[in-house]
């Protein structure tokens, strides 16, 4: 008796990418978005093309720095010329305004490339996964946009009681 694979089996290991040294760059004040870094810190696999994930990081670079425009402009007229420069506590050999920036980039772009490069499934077990997507992707975007207010030393979060 012979058993024959219909389907392809992907491994559950991370897998080692090689995106070259492919990297966003976004002016002189922001950080280096090293893709091979985003890739291996959201878990991003081999199905992702290099160009898809530099595209979609590129976008979140430009959302987040959107967001932070003002406030890098005060640290800047402050004279702090990069982030890294902006008074801050360390950790892991970076400070903490450099980690979530980057925490914001990566997040963006997982949430980005998870719906722009969905599956398309109609059948009830798609539907689950389509729903399962898109809670991953609001968990995505409330942590991007929780980096991006603790960088602004705004609260994360309102509630109002009426």
């Not at 985003?38 to 976008?59: D, F, P, V």
Request: net charge negative; with cysteine.
């Amino acid at each position: 008796m012979n058993l024959v694979a219909s389907k392809e089996i992907r491994s559950t290991q991370d897998e080692t990418i090689n995106d070259g040294q492919e990297k966003v760059t976004s002016g002189a004040f922001w950080p280096v978005i090293i893709l091979a870094e985003c890739r291996q810190s959201m878990r991003l696999t081999g199905g992702i093309s290099t160009s898809r994930l530099k595209h979609m990081a590129s976008e979140a670079v430009i959302y987040v720095n959107q967001q932070l425009r003002q406030w890098s402009e005060e640290q800047q007229a402050n004279g702090f010329m990069t982030l890294n420069d902006v008074p801050a506590e360390a950790i892991n050999d970076t400070t903490t305004l450099v980690f979530r920036y980057k925490h914001a980039v990566y997040c963006f772009t997982k949430a980005m490339l998870i719906e722009n490069y969905r599956d398309i499934d109609t059948t009830r077990e798609g539907e689950k996964h389509a729903q399962a997507l898109s809670t991953q992707v609001d968990d995505l975007r409330r942590d991007g946009q929780n980096a991006v207010r603790d960088i602004l030393g705004k609260l994360r979060m309102f509630a109002e009681l009426v």
